[in-house]
Each structure stands twice: as C-alpha cells, then as structure tokens.
C-alpha cells in the first residue's frame, strides 16, 4: 500500500477512517529520516491492512507543533483514534516489527481504561 501523505486538512479525517496508523514525522534534510523512509516503506508494503502515513514536518508546521514533534524522524502509531506508541529516532527494521506487533496486540479497552483512570486523578 502507498503512504499517506498526511496534511493538516486531512489530518483528522485519516485518523478517524482507519482503526491503525503508523505515522513518521520527518523531512527531507534529516539525515536520519531519509535512512529510515525505506524501512518504513518495506514495512508498508508488509502490512497492507494498516495505514503507512508521513508528516513533512517543514511543509506542516502546525501539526508538528501539535503534537510536540522536537526531534525527527519520530514514528507515532495511533490505534482507534488512541495515540498508543511514539518514539524519536530511525528504527531499524525488527524494532519496526517488533513494536508493530506490540501494537496489534494491544487490548484497546484495557487502554482506555488506563486513560480514564489517568483522566479522574487530575
């Protein structure tokens, strides 16, 4: 499956639409992202039932601010509109796969449960 290129327009809609999304926040002058486009890109065409989406943290700004993007590359994987993984820096490809399948092994109701809990002691 081709990647998504993620804009503030469309941002949401993406997010919402798909129960899995791997993003990676980079630009095209870090050295890092650029060793790590590929892995990313090998990984979306492993597992075509997710989403594979990038951020040009240049061209969007704003998201990136948003979310509080200080270093690049940085891979965010939101699962059921839950943001359940982000970390900076280029994985190689088996961390790749290994969080991937952290991911997908994830129970969703148990993690909103931890959010609402964390929610009720602030």
Same mark, same amino acid.
Request: charged fraction near 25%; glycine fraction near 4%; proline fraction near 4%.
């Given at each position: ?38 892995? $990313? =890109?090998?990984? +979306? ?5 997710? !989403?594979?989406? @990038? *951020?040009?943290?240049? #061209? %969007? ?5 948003? $979310? =509080?993007?200080? +270093? ?5 994987? !939101?699962?059921? @509109? *839950?943001?359940?993984? #982000? %970390? ?35």
């Amino acid at each position: 499956m081709s990647t998504v290129e993620l804009t503030k327009d469309n941002f949401d809609e993406v997010v919402t639409e798909n129960d899995f999304v791997l993003i990676d926040f980079w630009a095209s002058w870090c050295g890092p992202c650029r060793q790590f486009g590929p892995v $990313f =890109e090998a990984a +979306s065409e492993r597992h075509q039932d997710l !989403v594979f989406a @990038k *951020v040009d943290t240049e #061209a %969007q700004q704003e998201l990136a601010a948003a $979310f =509080e993007i200080r +270093s690049i590359p940085t891979l965010m994987i !939101v699962r059921d @509109k *839950v943001a359940v993984f #982000a %970390q900076p820096g280029a994985l190689p490809e088996a961390a790749l796969e290994d969080v991937i399948g952290q991911a997908r092994n994830l129970d969703m109701d148990e993690v909103r449960k931890s959010i609402a809990a964390q929610q009720q002691k602030q």
